[in-house]
């Protein structure tokens, strides 16, 4: 998408190594759409004018161009810096033929890299090995489409013994690696870049650290960047979990303690909302007690945010590209919702002179917990 101003989009596909589109491609680009959110496969959607006898129409097209598989990476350059927003694979591709000029289109849409690895059911087993190798082990056959893993080891060690139990993989990889994730409270994603056709491949913590994006500011005259935001607090959102294990000498089933969430990741809030929910965590008597801890702190990381916000900004007035997964402060809301926040989600909307990013933010409480965020 050729644009003189501070925003440029370039587009790359092929099989499977992607390389620049031909030029009458990216004159024929519309639209992009690319969101990512924490917890959730991240998806693109692009949209090409489809001219009657134009290249995509008479020739790219039935040569299979935008069949499903193909590979797509997006990078975006903001003021110079570049930043690659999506690297995956079309799944679907849409036809919409008008009877007026200009108006047919080809939409594709597709998901990240991640799609691939939830194609084929395995059933493998994984004799005497930590969940954290086993997710090593999966990632490394994907190594041929860039995937680099980034393995945390689990808090709680596990290390079944063969001659006690052999944990079996049944399923797809993505549906595995997933779960053990989920077991440990733990996310799995993939972060493309930082140069396009390479991909971090995250096992671990939710990581709630670092140094905060430049401050969402609103209701501050002049120095406001976003128009609106808008905060909820879910009482209902947070469930205090409930973990039984039984003693193998006695058979007697004994409630566990659960530690602090704040285990996984520091807390961005200075009054943490109220559990208002016991949750009885189900299946935990007959597990050991190091999977029963870590599956119970899962169950409280999964529901600690009860505080929401959500917005839109022009990436333009901002000045910067909003990045999903990462600390930003907000101003100008009030004592009681300023402060920093986690990026849950940001949906990145790209036209022709127009950059606009909708994003979601959450974190466990009210109140921040330094007087002062990043401006």
Do not use: C
Not at 95 to 119: A, I, K, R, Y
Not at 197 to 223: C, F, I, K
């Amino acid at each position: 998408m050729a644009d003189p101003g501070p925003v440029h989009l370039t587009l790359l596909m092929g099989p499977r190594i992607p390389v620049p589109v031909p030029q009458p491609v990216t004159d024929a680009l519309l639209s992009a759409q690319v969101t990512v959110t924490a917890g959730q496969r991240s998806g693109f959607q692009l949209a090409f004018d489809l001219a009657k006898h134009g290249l995509i129409n008479r020739t790219l097209l039935p040569a299979g161009f935008f069949d499903p598989q193909t590979r797509v990476v997006l990078v975006v350059t903001v003021k110079g810096t570049p930043a690659v927003l999506m690297d995956g694979v079309i799944i679907r591709q849409e036809v919409g033929v008008s009877n007026q000029p200009g108006q047919s289109t080809l939409t594709v849409t597709g998901e990240d890299l991640t799609v691939l690895m939830d194609l084929e059911e395995h059933e493998l087993p994984h004799p005497g090995t930590p969940p954290s190798a086993r997710v090593a082990a999966i990632i490394a056959r994907y190594a041929h489409y860039g995937m680099v893993p980034v393995v945390v080891p689990e808090l709680f060690p596990q290390v079944t013994p063969p001659t006690q139990r052999v944990d079996t993989q049944k399923g797809t990889d993505l549906s595995y690696v997933t779960q053990l994730a989920k077991d440990q409270g733990y996310v799995f994603y993939l972060d493309p870049g930082p140069v396009p056709g390479v991909s971090r491949a995250y096992w671990g913590p939710e990581v709630r650290l670092g140094v905060p994006q430049h401050a969402l500011n609103v209701n501050m005259d002049h120095l406001s960047n976003v128009d609106q935001l808008t905060f909820s607090f879910d009482g209902t959102a947070r469930e205090e979990p409930v973990v039984r294990v039984q003693i193998p000498a006695t058979k007697i089933a004994s409630k566990l303690p659960v530690p602090e969430v704040s285990v996984l990741r520091p807390p961005l809030a200075a009054r943490p909302a109220p559990a208002l929910k016991k949750k009885v965590i189900a299946d935990t008597a007959k597990k050991d007690a190091a999977q029963a801890l870590a599956q119970a702190l899962a169950k409280a990381a999964e529901s600690a945010d009860a505080i929401t916000g959500s917005g839109q900004l022009d990436v333009a007035r901002y000045g910067y590209l909003l990045r999903p997964r990462e600390l930003v402060g907000v101003r100008g809301a009030g004592i009681t919702y300023d402060g920093l926040y986690y990026v849950k989600s940001v949906t990145h909307n790209l036209q022709r002179g127009a950059y606009t990013q909708n994003f979601t933010l959450a974190r466990e409480g009210l109140i921040a917990l330094h007087p002062t965020v990043v401006p």
